[in-house]
């Protein structure tokens, strides 16, 4: 089961006020499926052209939803057989939440909360 997956489509759904059934031939798949998936009792679609045609309907970027939905998708594949890449990326979102939180320690700061200087 995908949470987030289910949430993003689900609340898309309504947006667009679709039903599963429509959501389901639109997307050429078996509503009982989509059903499923959408109560948790299955995992998000594998296969990428399904993914890319609910994308498009709901009005996604189809590698948006292909990496909502835990996989990678087929045009990215080949950067993460590179055996540093996980590293890389752990480095770059990791200095990237490391200043975030930095940001956002200076701004309680300026607003007279006393905060240790190593946290700053």
């Known amino acids: ?3 987030f997956w289910i949430e993003i489509v689900t609340t898309r759904m309504k947006e667009k006020r ?9 997307s050429d798949t078996a509503p009982g499926f989509l059903a499923r998936v959408l109560r948790g009792e299955r995992n998000p679609p594998h296969d990428e052209n399904l ?17 909502a939905a835990g996989r990678i998708p087929d045009k990215y594949e080949k ?3 590179d055996p540093n890449i996980v590293e890389r990326l ?11 939180v930095v ?11 006393e905060l240790p200087d190593e946290l700053l």
């Open 90 to 100: 752990n480095r770059i979102l990791t200095d990237t939440v490391k200043s975030q």
């Open 51 to 67: 993914l890319c045609k609910i994308a498009n309907i709901l009005g996604f970027d189809s590698d948006y939803l292909i990496f």
């Open 18 to 26: 679709l039903s599963i059934r429509q959501l389901a031939i639109k």
């Open 79 to 81: 950067y993460f057989l």
């Open 103 to 113: 940001k956002n320690l200076k701004v309680y700061h300026k607003k007279d909360l």
């Open 1 to 3: 089961m995908n949470k």
